[in-house]
């Protein structure tokens, strides 16, 4: 079997990605097509390593078209360690950043691991991340991931896989995740750790068109680990925004969902605090499932929830 391997101590490693940092782009499209088999990819040696797989990294740019990810992930490893680490796997990732057409990612991902290691670090496969941006466009994020592992261990620690996050940002079409999750692992472990899978996440943010979340999860394990945790399987967290439409279709099967030491737990469920919103739709099947909030805080499955 060939087998590739790329190593990069103290820095950051890329490995058929895009990163951009400080860019006005003119008037062209952002655009990385990459296929990645058999091969290693590590960042490690001090604080704030990156370790990129097949992604795209936006900081602090303006980008007059579209953004489009796609990505075919097979027998991987991607590795970040050190502290601020982040391991990215067929991911879009936008800080600080204005988008005047639409972001688009689309990963296939077979038999890989993804991990982050140290504080406040994050690994994310076949997710899209946005924060402290603006998007004139629409979000999507299409994940079909089977037999992997994304694992970030650190207080304030965050695994994302087949997910859509937003915080402080506005997006002035729809946003929609659809992810495919099967045979998977996510963990997420220390203070504040949060593990999302086949999930969209909105804080602070506004959503001009509608939001849609369709998750389709078996045989998976999601957990997070530590004070104040969250795990999120198949489903919509809402929290200080203002959206259009909430639909959450979820059909999830032998499952295990776990929020450890005070954390929530969601599987298959629409949790809104502090909202504005005009309608809310969820509809969700689990099978042969586990959710368990340890703690003081909340497990829900197949709910909608609701507070100011």
């Known amino acids: 079997m060939k087998f590739n391997v790329l190593i990069l101590i103290g820095i950051v490693s890329l490995s058929v990605s895009i990163a951009a940092f400080a860019a006005e782009t003119g008037s062209g499209d952002i655009t990385n097509q ?4 058999d091969v290693t990819n590590a960042a490690a040696g001090g604080a704030g ?38 391991a990215n796997l067929g991911s879009i990732n936008i800080g600080s950043s204005q ?12 038999g890989v691991t993804n ?5 406040g670090s994050t690994a994310n496969v076949a997710s899209t991340n946005i924060e402290g941006s603006s998007v004139k466009g629409s979000v999507t994020n299409i994940a ?12 304030g620690a965050v695994a994302n ?9 506005s997006v002035g079409g729809s946003v929609t995740n659809r ?29 001009s068109g509608s939001v849609t979340n369709v998750a389709n999860v078996q045989r998976s394990t999601n957990v997070a680990i530590g004070a104040d945790s969250t795990a999120n399987l198949g489903s919509v967290n809402l929290k200080n925004a203002a959206v259009g439409s909430v639909t959450n279709v979820a059909d999830v099967k032998n499952v295990v969902n776990v929020a450890a030491a005070g954390g929530n737990a969601n599987v298959g469920s629409v949790d809104l605090e502090n909202v504005q919103v005009r309608s809310v739709t969820n509809v969700s099947s689990s099978e042969d499932i586990t959710n368990v909030a340890a703690g003081k805080k909340t497990s829900n499955v197949n709910s909608v929830v609701m507070m100011k």
């Not at 992604?55 to 590795?79: M, R, Y």
């Not at 005047?100 to 296939?108: L, P, S």
């Open 49 to 86: 390593n990156v370790a990129k797989a097949a992604s795209v990294g936006i900081a602090a740019s303006s980008v007059k078209g579209d953004v489009t990810n796609i990505a075919d992930l097979k027998n991987a490893q991607n590795i970040a360690m050190g502290q601020g680490t982040k």
């Open 99 to 110: 988008v005047k057409g639409k972001v688009t990612n689309k990963a296939n991902v077979r």
């Open 144 to 155: 079909d991931v089977r037999n992997s592992q994304n694992i970030v261990m650190g207080q």
């Open 115 to 119: 991990i982050a290691a140290g504080a």
């Open 179 to 207: 992810a495919n999750i099967q045979g998977v692992t996510n963990i997420a472990a220390g203070s504040r750790a949060v593990a999302n899978v086949g999930s969209t996440n909105i804080q602070g943010s506004s959503v």
């Open 161 to 169: 896989m087949g997910s859509t996050n937003i915080q402080n940002s």
């Open 34 to 37: 990459a296929v990645v088999a």
